[in-house]
């Protein structure tokens, strides 16, 4: 069971904007940044946000992150079909990192 | 161009010893923690610990302290994940991952692309 909570699932359709939720506590997603990972099946995870709300150079401004209190979202606008993949948020606990159970998209 | 190159896949027998590498190149090798992550078959990610390649300071997930070292051979530019004594549970892929530049709470940005390890009798 993870310490992060996420939906197991979520859909769109093309151009949709899509939001995934995580949900943490005041030791985790409450005291530290949230980042944001993207896994296409059969690939290694790829870093979509950083502190919560930055992308790395190369991510679409289409990926936005956000934080208030102890929970964190994912926005994907304008969605593609290439976006179809699974998502993770992760944060640090005070003694070493930890993952949300992680959300698989379904692009419609 | 920044990379993690890991090693290949392996296949072994309960109670034998494994150690699998994650070769950084690209850039300054002992000034990002490295990290790794286990991937289940069909779950999602689970974060290990993290090493400091510059000193070996080394931290564990509470599900994985006393279960397998972390360590690192900065002349190399190399770090290693090992088990003595490997259980059919440890079959999963294993990601190593570039972390904070000196800080040990920052993203992993760059990926290594996993060594899968199975476990069968």
Do not use: H
């Amino acid at each position: 069971q993870s310490v992060l909570t996420q939906p197991p699932s979520a859909s769109g359709i093309p151009g949709q904007t899509v939001t995934i939720s995580c949900s943490g506590g005041s030791s985790d997603i409450g005291s530290n940044y949230v980042c944001w990972y993207q896994q296409l099946p059969g690939t290694a995870p790829k870093l979509l946000i950083y502190r919560n709300n930055q992308r790395p150079s190369g991510v679409p401004a289409r990926f936005s992150g956000s934080k208030a209190g102890t929970s964190a979202s994912l926005a994907i606008s304008g969605l593609r079909s290439e976006d179809e993949a699974e998502y993770f948020c992760a944060t640090w606990d005070g003694r070493g990192g930890v993952f949300g159970g992680g959300t698989k998209l379904t692009v419609l | 161009e920044v990379k993690l190159l890991q090693s290949g896949a392996e296949v072994k027998k309960p109670g034998e010893s494994l150690k699998i590498s994650c070769k950084g190149s690209g850039y300054n090798f002992t000034k990002y923690w490295i990290g790794w992550v286990r991937q289940m078959p069909g779950k999602g990610l689970e974060w290990m610990g993290i090493i400091d390649p510059e000193d070996s300071d080394t931290r564990y997930s509470l599900s994985f302290q006393g279960q397998v070292t972390i360590s690192v051979d900065e002349s190399i530019t190399t770090a290693y994940l090992q088990w003595d004594s490997l259980r059919a549970s440890d079959t999963a892929i294993y990601y190593c991952a570039r972390g904070g530049q000196q800080i040990v709470n920052e993203a992993f940005d760059i990926w290594g692309q996993g060594t899968m390890v199975t476990v069968s009798s």
